[in-house]
């Protein structure tokens, strides 16, 4: 099975910046494709960002682009959002999920392994 590790939120002002981290064990990034989803109190799982190592292929939502850069380091075996220009509608709990179908899907239930989430909460 795939564990993912991911950490890195925090508290931050409006206009600042945090970089993410998602570590995943047993299996390298180029079998998998790795996914960061946010979650606000009463609402799904919303996809942010994912990417495809193997097909260096990445995906951003409308409101991310231009802000947020999703990157992979493979020898660590690990995937990194850096979060730049954070707005206050940023918060949420922000989880890595992977899957081994390659591609990039909306649907949470498309991943299989989660990682834990991490809370990123943007004052204005």
């Known amino acids: 099975d795939v564990q993912l590790q991911a950490s890195g939120g925090g508290l931050v002002q409006g206009g600042g910046s945090l970089r993410l981290s998602c570590q995943a064990f047993?299996?390298?990034?180029?079998?998998?494709?790795i996914a960061w989803f946010r979650q606000t109190p009463g609402k799904e799982q919303d996809l942010v960002s994912c990417i495809n190592t193997n097909h260096a292929s990445t995906y951003y939502i409308d409101s991310v682009k231009g802000r947020f850069t999703i990157s992979a380091d493979n020898a660590r075996n690990t995937v990194y959002l850096q979060m730049n220009s954070l707005r206050p509608e940023d918060t949420a709990v922000y989880s890595c999920?992977?899957?081994?179908?390659?591609?990039?899907?909306?649907?949470?239930?498309?991943?299989?392994?989660w990682g834990q989430g991490t809370q990123v909460t943007v004052s204005s």
């Open positions: 999920a992977a899957s081994s179908r390659m591609g990039c899907s909306r649907s949470a239930s498309r991943y299989p392994y």
């Open positions: 047993g299996a390298t990034l180029d079998d998998v494709s």
